[in-house]
């Protein structure tokens, strides 16, 4: 299983990124879609995240700003970003958790990372 993360770039304060994350491989089924992002010396920390139902939810930095969605027919879950501040420069990686043909349970995998730089 791979996931592939793209959509990052410069943008200036204020202004709209759309990320997306395609999930690719033998998949049979996936739970929970995320996103995270981290900055140097920090910790990974969860921006959103979108269950396998409707449920969403979302760390209270980005609330109102950051929207998660997900296309299942397609494997795909993006995170819309607008309103964007400096303090949103991170690289960005999103996380699912997925059960494969050959396996019996969930397994979780993580995509490669995209820069988002926020700055003027």
């Known amino acids: 299983v791979q996931l592939q993360a793209s959509g990052g770039g410069l943008v200036q304060p204020g202004g709209s990124l759309r990320l997306s994350c395609v999930a690719s491989?033998?998949?049979?089924?996936?739970?929970?879609m995320a996103w995270y992002r981290q900055t140097p010396g920090n910790q990974r920390e969860m921006v959103a995240v979108?269950?396998?139902?409707?449920?969403?939810g979302y760390a209270d930095s980005v609330k109102g700003r950051f929207t998660i969605s997900r296309d299942n027919a397609k494997n795909t879950v993006y995170l819309q970003m607008n309103s964007l501040k400096p303090e949103d420069t991170a690289v960005y990686f999103c996380?699912?958790?997925?059960?494969?043909?050959?396996?019996?349970?969930?397994?979780?995998?993580w995509g490669q990372g995209t820069q988002v730089t926020v700055s003027s």
């Open positions: 996380n699912a958790g997925v059960r494969t043909y050959t396996s019996i349970w969930y397994n979780e995998y």
């Open positions: 491989g033998s998949i049979l089924s996936i739970s929970r």
């Open positions: 979108a269950t396998g139902g409707s449920s969403t």
